[in-house]
């Protein structure tokens, strides 16, 4: 186990720091590593430092791999399934056109699905994945997604992307509904949530 160990940081060192980083700064890596109670938590941080080095040096078409290998890691951890879904749809598909942007949409979209199924009870993911039906213009997905936010704990975000979700299917009632749960549940948005309710009103 503990030569499986080292393999397992020589392996990530090298990823992270390469050969031309001071001797000194890859043997503090180790030193931090070896704080860990749990040593896949110090993998998984040093991973999120790899992603955090490609994104400074513009190397984004390696961020997503490196997600990828979180979750195989680390199952559970959501932010991984959610950034690195988030990121293959912002940031990799607008590069490409028709059925390969296309496949990579797909592929984002699946990826984020696996992690709902690790950690159902988790309304990020959710709203993600209806973000993503509400930009392809498929609104009732999109709402699909968004009640089932609603079953956790969750912001203000779920109630005001349904909301416009029924204005841009011209449901007023329901748009008008949306912004009262807003206008009463969320106090902070109450000046917000006027202003579209009277719009609203003013058009029926």
């Not at 030569?3 to 503090?28: A, R, T």
């Not at 749990?38 to 390696?62: A, P, R």
């Not at 199924?117 to 993503?132: G, N, T």
Request: proline share 2%; aromatic share 18%; with cysteine.
């Amino acid at each position: 186990m503990r030569k499986l160990s080292v393999v397992f940081f020589l392996f990530f060192s090298l990823i992270v720091f390469g050969e031309d980083v001071e001797i000194g700064l890859k043997n503090q890596a180790a030193i931090d590593l070896c704080n860990f109670y749990d040593l896949t938590e110090g993998i998984v941080d040093i991973l999120y430092l790899t992603v955090d080095n490609y994104w400074h040096s513009g190397e984004y078409s390696k961020i997503f791999p490196v997600f990828y290998l979180i979750t195989k890691i680390l199952p559970e951890d959501i932010n991984a399934y959610l950034i690195g879904g988030w990121f293959l749809i912002n940031g990799i598909a607008p590069k490409y056109q028709g059925e390969e942007k296309e496949k990579i949409k797909n592929f984002a979209l699946e990826f984020m699905k696996k992690g709902v199924e690790r950690k159902p009870e988790d309304y990020r993911l959710y709203f993600e994945i209806a973000w993503f039906y509400y930009n392809e213009k498929n609104f009732d997905q999109a709402l699909e997604y968004l009640e089932k936010c609603e079953k956790y704990q969750h912001t203000f975000y779920v109630e005001n992307l349904k909301a416009h979700i029924y204005m841009k299917k011209n449901d007023k009632e329901k748009a008008i509904k949306e912004w009262e749960k807003i206008k009463e549940t969320y106090p902070e948005r109450k000046e917000i949530a006027e202003k579209f309710i009277k719009l609203l009103k003013e058009e029926k």
